[in-house]
């Protein structure tokens, strides 16, 4: 069965970088979506970015220009850069596969400390 194994999460300072895996295996096709959502205490899961098999990539306004997203085909993994990090980026962050259902990971914390 299709599986996400999240890493990369942890407690950084305000301004500093991160980086999140996402390593998707179970899969018996090549073309899907992965992406990623964040959930802060308190609020709603949102959406933070998205990139196709073909590399198009869609970002939420406010990540736009701080992260990046990426993937590596051949290892079914899926990146997120994020720079210039902020407080109002803490959340628990979750790995996204979109084939004809949507797969979860089980989520990663990234703390900004102020």
């Known amino acids: 069965q299709v599986q996400l194994v999240e890493s990369g999460g942890g407690l950084v300072q305000a301004g500093g970088s991160l980086r999140l895996s996402c390593a998707a295996s179970?899969?018996?096709?090549?073309?899907?979506?992965m992406g990623w959502y964040r959930q802060a205490a308190g609020k709603q899961r949102e959406l933070v970015a998205t990139?196709?098999?073909?590399?198009?990539?869609n970002y939420a306004g406010s990540m736009k220009g701080r992260f990046t997203i990426s993937r590596d085909n051949a290892k079914n993994t899926v990146y997120l850069q994020m720079n210039n990090l902020k407080p109002e980026d803490t959340a628990v962050y979750y790995c996204?596969?979109?084939?004809?259902?949507?797969?979860w990971g089980q989520g990663t914390q990234v703390t900004v400390s102020s």
């Open positions: 996204l596969l979109r084939i004809y259902r949507d797969y």
């Open positions: 179970g899969l018996t096709t090549n073309i899907y979506a």
């Open positions: 990139i196709t098999s073909g590399g198009n990539t």
